[in-house]
T-cell receptor
C-alpha cells in the first residue's frame, strides 16, 4: 500500500534562512511518481514538481530544490533564502501507476520577516 | 489557458440535505479527480473520472457520488449530509497522455475548492 509521511507538522523560520521539508514514502511498486504541492492560505493547491521513480536526478528551480533518494525512500524539498511569500502548507504526494495520489499530512511553513 | 474552476466556492447546508458541486477542468484535460480535505484526515481521494467513466474510487460511503459529462466537466454529489462532511472539496484535472498508456501519472492541477459547511 502507498503511504507518505511528512514528519514535520509545522516549521517556523526567519526570512532568508534555508529550510528543508522532509518526505518519506512507502510503495511496493517499482514504477511510481512523487509530487510536491504548495497550498497558500487561499486554499488552492499549486503544483511544484513531479518525479518518476526512474529518475533520481536532483532538481533545482530557482530557490527550490528537491533531493530524491530511493535508498532511503525520501523526496525532500529545500527552499533557499526563504521569503514571507513561501509561507504555506506543503504537501508531498505519491502515486503508483494507475493509482490516485496519496498525500502526506502536510508541513505548515511559516516564514517570519 | 484558464485554470480549473469550481462552483460554488462556499456552501452552507444543514444535516440531511444534499449538495452538488461542480468542476470545470483545464481545456483539453479529460481526467478529473476529486479530493476531500479536512483538518483531521488531510487530503483524501474521492474519485477519478476519465472520458465519463469512473476509473478509481476512494474509500467513502455511497452517499458520495460523481459523474463526468462529455465536455469533461464533472459534478460530485453528497446526499444526506452529515456534520463530518464539512470540508474543502478540491477538484483536479490532468492531461490524458499518461492515462492512454496507463503507466504514467501526469501532474494534477487543482481548482480553488468548494468549502462546504454542514450545520
Amino acid at each position: 500500500a502507498q503511504k507518505v509521511t511528512q514528519a514535520q507538522t509545522e516549521i517556523s523560520v526567519v526570512e532568508k534562512e534555508d529550510v528543508t521539508l522532509d518526505c518519506v514514502y512507502e510503495t511496493r511498486d517499482t514504477t511510481y511518481y512523487l509530487f510536491w504541492y504548495k497550498q497558500p492560505p487561499s486554499g488552492e493547491l499549486v503544483f511544484l514538481i513531479r518525479r518518476n521513480s526512474f529518475d533520481e536526478q536532483n532538481e533545482i528551480s530557482g530557490r527550490y530544490s528537491w533531493n530524491f533518494q530511493k535508498s532511503t525512500s525520501s523526496f525532500n524539498f529545500t527552499i533557499t533564502a526563504s521569503q514571507v511569500v513561501d509561507s504555506a502548507v506543503y504537501f508531498c504526494a505519491l502515486s503508483e501507476a494507475r493509482a490516485p495520489l496519496v498525500f502526506g499530512k502536510g508541513t505548515r511553513l511559516s516564514v517570519i520577516a | 489557458k484558464a485554470g480549473v474552476t469550481q462552483t460554488p466556492r462556499y456552501l452552507i447546508k444543514t444535516r440531511g440535505q444534499q449538495v452538488t458541486l461542480s468542476c470545470s477542468p483545464i481545456s483539453g484535460h479529460r481526467s478529473v479527480s476529486w479530493y476531500q480535505q479536512t483538518p483531521g484526515q488531510g487530503l483524501q481521494f474521492l474519485f477519478e473520472y476519465f472520458s465519463e467513466t469512473q476509473r478509481n474510487k476512494g474509500n467513502f460511503p455511497g452517499r458520495f457520488s460523481g459523474r463526468q459529462f462529455s465536455n469533461s466537466r464533472s459534478e460530485m454529489n453528497v446526499s444526506t449530509l452529515e456534520l463530518g462532511d464539512s470540508a474543502l472539496y478540491l477538484c483536479a484535472s490532468s492531461s490524458t497522455a499518461g492515462l492512454r498508456t496507463g503507466i504514467i501519472r501526469d501532474e494534477q492541477f487543482f481548482g480553488p475548492g468548494t468549502r462546504l459547511t454542514v450545520l
